[in-house]
């Protein structure tokens, strides 16, 4: 008996709800009876009846169907569900309800917070990047630096990261200027450097000390650094 029970219960099926339509319904506009009110056309629509009543739905919730009738008026006015035209046998026109709108509005919802996540980001990097060569060079940035730091991002599309590896280039080399540091950017961007891996990496090839000729008795002198401003 218990397993018929399970098996019954099992044959009723599951309604998958997306766990961002349980997090976003507030800022979607929805309360909470609207939200329920919804699953119930969408449990509907599951089951195989297409274009549920304001009676059917009202069986499954604790409000009148009059209020049902209101409720589904406005999910249409508000393009949370919309109702479209079916063909049935013999080519007979039906109506159906469609909750394809709520789908999109969810996805508008995660595609902006994504965008405002990345944004937050970004601003938070180049926030950073100013921050970080204000220290290096012990002082505020001037306007035209500071213009010069956004045509980097803006224009040139280089990263924070990859500015940040210019300007540790430039501590290195001890040439702490903007025309330096442009210099670099401007090479590694015409040899394609895209990550600050790369950029190390191309960097340290100069920086290999040549094989000292045989009459040359060895010194202790120091390996010379790149000079970006030569090429």
Known sequence: MDKEILLAWWEEGVLSV????LKKYK???????ELVLLLQVYS?????????????LANRMTIPESMCVSILRRLIQHQFLSIEEGHGEGGILYEKYSIKPLWAKLADEFVYEKKQDELEKSLNEE??????????????????????LAMWIDQD????EL????LREAVISGKLNFRYIDRILFE???NRILTVEEAREYARNFRKPSKPAAEKPKTSNPVPFYNWLEQ
């Open 44 to 56: 509907f629509l599951k089951e195989g009846n297409s274009f549920p009543t304001p009676e059917d």
């Open 163 to 166: 500015i940040k590896a210019a």
């Open 188 to 190: 590694w961007k015409k």
């Open 18 to 21: 997306p766990q961002l339509l």
């Open 27 to 33: 800022q979607l506009g929805l309360d909470e009876t």
């Open 157 to 160: 599309g280089q990263s924070p």
């Open 127 to 148: 926030t950073d990047l100013y921050t970080t060569f204000e220290q290096e060079f012990g002082r505020p940035l001037s306007p035209l630096e500071c213009e010069t």
